[in-house]
């Protein structure tokens, strides 16, 4: 297929670009370069079937010009703020660069015609809860402006595929970590140990528990979605059933590292506005259709870990 | 309490701000009067304790100097496009109209620190189900931009909520009918039977059923509960149990007109893309906090025909 991946120079945009290229598909990557790199991608610039353009896809009538000329049988729309703390001090982050940019992309999609999407959503559209989660589980009650930009992008997302006949894919991401990452709790650790090896501050009583999911695992399962799903509108929480406590990272990064830090909680029982500190999901939906991580969560943090010390 | 009803001269606005007033509140309107209309008001002008203004919710700038001199202790929104058929034509419709005005009145809210907010949503969050609605029920999968411009809306504002403490109640409208309508089925019937009092056409095959609402029962319902519920963030279905097919409203209004119309269906289970037929809600949430509807929906719909007529 002839393939767009916005933010396809990002952290899990890359890592799909090469997984579609090994696949057999043309590719083309818009991003702005914001959080995506240009060297997440510098091993396919040469290649014919990849193209790269440094684009903003808020602006549109650039945007109409790539789809007119492109002619995509697809779109996989990752484009995305994937900043969570940078969005809840500045709504206009998540309204500007999660939202509208789906919003923009669904344009263009109707006006050239374009009939199959994936989309990158998330855990956090889910909100605050304890319960496990299906992926028809509600209320839907995001806390950050980043669950809320998703959400907002599902809501047309939703209405598109019904109205013009869109097929979806839609995956709920968890936490995804491994090589290429520009933040989040790994990539701050490890910043911090490098700082400073003797103290590592941890936001919140490092309590928090989530699942984490290896990038690669993470593709690999969008791609199998994409495949094997077949309903209209589909959508899949993706994940590994296992979590991990912000302690037991924090414990394997030192360990990894051969330090012998002192770690330092900040108290409370999350990291930052907006931050979640524990979610579940049920993963019966993905697993009966045949998938499931080849990395539980400890094993995908202990992973990207490793990765991102280059061992 | 001091307060701003955006959509204030709208169908359901200005009978919001009748039963305000009289309640004791002073009122500032703001509407665009795209949909809204100055005679909805215009008993009101002349208080001391009601202001309108004709504004449009997307001029940030205008907006933001009249939350600064407003200082408002709570803001009713209601503004928003309310014609589905419109909006799923052209989507920045919903976009602008529906989605955009809410972000805004979010961002002045946040800024200008008012503390509580009433957002009328909709049953077309819900999509296309059979199933009895609760307001946690899941998936939600609006099949109109109309919903996905409201379930947009509520996304951030459950983010804005819980980030900046705001509280909040969020109504789920069903058909609203009665006094100063501006469209919807009773509208559009009765306008085509005095164009042409022989045949009425009417869009799908008639079998389209939904709960239809009383404007009065609708404000009274909004009041009892943004008194009486008492969450941080407070959601619900508003409306009655029973519901009514769209060939008995044709009926009735033939009826009522004295008249012995033929009626032609152009076919279909719907009247049109974005139209969802068939939907019930469960009101267990709202009838437990102690209210229930004066009218069902049969009575809702023969008084706002009656109404309509002058009778």
């Not at 799903?229 to 051969?258: H, P, Q, W």
């Amino acid at each position: 297929m002839n393939i767009l991946v916005t933010g396809g120079a990002g952290f899990i945009g890359s890592h799909l670009c090469d997984l579609l290229l090994l696949q057999g598909h043309s590719i083309t990557v818009v991003d702005n370069l914001l959080l995506g790199r240009k060297e997440n991608i510098s091993h396919l610039l040469n290649r014919d079937d990849f193209s790269f353009m440094k684009e903003d896809l808020l602006n549109l009538p650039v945007l109409k010009h790539i789809f007119e000329n492109g002619r995509f049988d697809m779109v996989y729309h990752l484009a995305a703020n994937s900043d969570i703390q940078k969005g809840s001090k500045d709504p206009g982050v998540d309204y500007d660069l999660t939202f509208n940019t789906t919003f923009n992309v669904l344009q263009c999609m109707k006006e050239y015609d374009v009939k199959k999407l994936f989309f990158a959503s998330t855990s956090a559209i889910y909100g605050e809860t304890c319960d496990r989660l299906t992926e028809n589980y509600g209320p839907l009650r995001p806390v950050s402006n980043y669950g809320a930009g998703k959400l907002a992008s599902e809501a047309f997302i939703s209405a598109f595929s019904s109205a013009y006949h869109i097929q979806t894919w839609i995956a709920r991401f968890p936490n995804v970590v491994g090589e290429r990452f520009t933040h989040g709790v790994i990539y701050d650790f490890i910043h911090k140990l490098q700082a400073n090896p003797e103290i590592l501050t941890v936001l919140g009583n490092g309590e928090q528990i989530k699942p984490y999911l290896y990038v690669k695992d993470l593709v690999e399962g969008i791609q199998f979605i994409c495949e094997k799903a077949c309903e209209r509108f589909n959508v899949y929480n993706l994940g590994s059933d296992s979590r991990t406590k912000v302690k037991e990272i924090a414990a394997m990064i030192i360990e990894e590292m051969g330090l012998d830090a002192r770690i330092e909680y900040t108290g409370g029982d999350r990291g930052w506005v907006g931050d979640v500190p524990e979610f579940k999901y049920d993963l019966s939906k993905i697993n009966e259709l045949g998938w499931c991580a080849k990395h539980d969560s400890n094993a995908s943090v202990r992973l990207a870990i490793q990765k991102a010390l280059g061992k």
